[in-house]
């Protein structure tokens, strides 16, 4: 039995290495023959050096240039790389572990109506910072209800991250959209779920996720799902989500909304107000319930905006170009935020 692991990555030096021995110490019957695949988009940091040098002690072990550089060709060119039975996509901050690939087999095997199975995410910290990002994401309130991060049990859901599919999935529903410079999984997995499949969450398997640690990254990491996310309700003529109406809506309340109630008449102004201080009661008790300092709750409460209207903004103005004016994707939007 085959088992391709493709990595796509890019300039993850401090990181690709951990990743890739951790796959290594997965622990798999004999029969299984597994295959690993970094591609790279053109890394300039010494990242490719690293795997060069560990090719030299894995002769299952590939570097492949991805000239493109974004993310969905990697995901494509990793796939086509041999005919295998299962493709295992691991993101190169994620480190899986040592059961990761065997069950979710086994997860696939057992059920075939499953296409798709992720585990849980771990998140490892960097610094203070990526801790408060984290503990933010680790919410409800902070990624909406039904997100596959904050999961506590296994479970059907609509997207995983690090996900495998059976091989022939890709022959049934096709590959990776090169269009999508961001989404690109979860229009996969849409896709997916249309066509009839199950995407399963375990909880049982898990990875540790290095957090970016820095607010302008995350500002504009969650601009561009907000924007891409457009893009895919527009192909597939659909919301695919209902959860990801809530930011865009709570950026025309706040930026548009409440100052022209307030414009018409001060009382009816500070009425509309109410939904501004529901937020702040909602921002400070998730704050308290994942901070254990001043300082992390400060940076918890902060992180709740960042995420939420840098993706409500970036969802409207994906509506405005995809959806009013008929554009094509922003050139800097296809500039990835990493």
Request: one cysteine or more.
């Amino acid at each position: 039995m085959k088992i391709s692991v493709i990595i796509p990555c890019r300039n993850e030096y401090l990181y690709i290495e951990e990743c890739i021995e951790a796959i290594y110490k997965n622990i798999l019957p004999e029969v299984y023959e597994i295959t690993i695949y970094v591609v790279d988009g053109m890394s300039n940091d010494g990242t490719r050096e690293i795997v060069l040098k560990l090719m030299q002690n894995y002769s299952n072990l590939h570097l492949i240039d991805n000239h493109k550089k974004l993310t969905p060709f990697a995901f494509n060119l990793g796939i086509h790389q041999e005919l295998a039975d299962y493709i295992q996509i691991i993101g190169a901050r994620h480190i899986i572990s040592s059961d990761y690939i065997l069950k979710g087999i086994q997860i696939l095997e057992n059920d075939t109506s499953i296409w798709c199975v992720g585990g849980r995410l771990i998140n490892k910290y960097t610094n203070s910072t990526s801790e408060m990002i984290s503990n933010a994401m680790d919410t409800s309130f902070g990624m909406g209800i039904g997100n596959f991060r904050i999961l506590a049990e296994s479970g059907f859901t609509d997207t995983v991250t690090s996900p495998l599919y059976p091989f022939w999935v890709f022959n049934k529903i096709g590959y990776f959209d090169e269009q999508l410079v961001r989404n690109q999984d979860d229009d996969f997995n849409f896709r997916v779920t249309n066509a009839g499949g199950k995407i399963w969450f375990e909880h049982s398997i898990s990875l540790k996720y290095y957090v970016r640690a820095a607010y302008n990254k995350l500002y504009r990491q969650f601009y561009q799902y907000g924007y891409w996310k457009v893009f895919v309700n527009k192909k597939h003529n659909t919301v695919t989500t209902m959860r990801q109406l809530v930011p865009p809506i709570f950026v025309l309340y706040l930026f548009i909304i409440l100052p022209i109630f307030f414009l018409i008449n001060m009382n009816l102004g500070l009425l509309a107000s109410a939904g501004l201080l529901v937020y702040k009661a909602l921002a400070i008790y998730f704050g308290i319930k994942k901070a254990n300092s001043l300082k992390k709750f400060l940076g918890i409460i902060l992180t709740f905006p960042i995420l939420h209207i840098s993706y409500g903004l970036g969802y409207l103005v994906g509506i405005l170009h995809f959806v009013i004016l008929g554009r094509s994707p922003s050139e800097k939007q296809i500039r990835l935020s990493r």
